[in-house]
């Protein structure tokens, strides 16, 4: 298994679907994130409309960084409907020539002659294992990919992916406000199989415009960033970082200072009273 930085930097919204960044604000955007100690980076085919692995991948080669130095991830799957990919109809397609050649054009975009991880987007459900395993066997053979891994998968569809080849990650929504992880068995499953948790939106409703926040949650998230000398996100990243699966967030910020927070709350060890106290405000209900 590959090793990744405690905090992974999401390139989501660097592109087309967010900041718009040129070349070079890219360029220096990269140099600042593992300025900060992050050296891992998530992709996905699909961001951007497909552009934003062609932005990353120019910038990246301006870097001068030795590629050794960092990780790179991405995912595929979701057929987008766009103008650079007209599709009839949104879709997933898992079919072991789509996965060879989608991971073939990221590696084309982001300039680099491997990956480090190589997840399937979302689950399909008219994903054929078989169909799987012969493309992940191709891409390890040709040391195309270093690992494979899912993203958005349940338990059981992880368990029929297991029979067929392993798996060292599972991408999944987790945040104080989005803790269905918990109690759905994709935490606990990561337990038991060593499997490494990515969070997605580690913060969630916390950094969305128009949510609403339990009065509750944001009183505990200030009163124990008051009393430890962090910011409210810090803490909401400490309560990831508290359970034993070992969850890594994967934190879109383009802002190198939130990005450095972000790592320093992963330093962070909360009682379990601050624990429970933050997930009993989330829930508005004490544990059964």
């Known amino acids: 298994m590959n090793s990744f930085s405690k905090i992974i930097a999401g390139t989501m919204t660097w592109g087309l679907w967010g900041q718009r960044l040129d070349t070079q604000a890219m360029v220096r955007l990269i140099h600042q994130v593992i300025d900060t100690g992050i050296t891992s980076f998530d992709h996905a085919d699909l961001y951007g409309d497909y552009t934003n692995e062609t932005e990353f991948g120019r910038a990246w080669s301006q870097t001068g960084i030795a590629r050794d130095q960092v990780q790179l991830i991405s995912k595929c799957g979701i057929a987008h409907v766009c103008p650079q990919r007209p599709f009839e109809i949104k879709h997933y397609n898992y079919n072991q020539e789509y996965i060879v050649s989608a991971c073939e054009a990221t590696l084309e975009?982001?300039?680099?002659?491997?990956?480090?991880?190589?997840?399937?987007?979302?689950?399909?459900?008219?994903?054929?294992?078989?169909?799987?395993?012969?493309?992940?066997?191709?891409?390890?053979?040709?040391?195309?990919?270093?690992?494979?891994?899912?993203?958005?998968?349940?338990?059981?569809?992880?368990?029929?992916?297991?029979?067929?080849?392993?798996?060292?990650t599972?991408?999944?929504?987790?945040?104080?406000?989005?803790?269905?992880?918990?109690?759905?068995g994709q935490l606990d499953q990561c337990l038991k199989d060593q499997i490494t948790p990515m969070a997605w939106s580690p913060?969630?409703?916390?950094?969305?415009?128009?949510?609403?926040?339990?009065?509750?949650?944001?009183?505990?998230?200030?009163?124990?960033?008051?009393?430890?000398?962090?910011?409210?996100?810090?803490?909401a990243l400490a309560w990831l970082a508290k359970h034993p699966a070992g969850i890594v967030p994967v934190v879109g910020s383009t802002r190198p200072e939130r990005l450095a927070q972000a790592m320093e709350a992963m330093e962070t060890t909360l009682t379990l009273t601050e624990w429970f106290t933050l997930t009993e405000a989330a829930t508005g209900k004490p544990c059964p």
Request: proline share 5%; with cysteine; aromatic share 6%.
């Open 203 to 235: 913060l969630g409703d916390l950094v969305r415009t128009n949510a609403v926040i339990p009065d509750a949650l944001t009183g505990a998230l200030e009163e124990i960033a008051s009393a430890r000398g962090l910011t409210s996100a810090q803490v």
């Open 170 to 184: 599972n991408q999944i929504e987790i945040s104080l406000t989005r803790r269905d992880a918990l109690y759905n």
């Open 109 to 168: 975009a982001l300039q680099t002659d491997y990956l480090d991880l190589y997840l399937l987007h979302r689950p399909s459900p008219l994903l054929d294992p078989e169909q799987v395993v012969l493309a992940v066997d191709k891409l390890l053979q040709s040391g195309k990919i270093k690992s494979f891994g899912l993203s958005n998968f349940t338990p059981t569809q992880v368990e029929l992916i297991q029979k067929y080849c392993g798996v060292s």
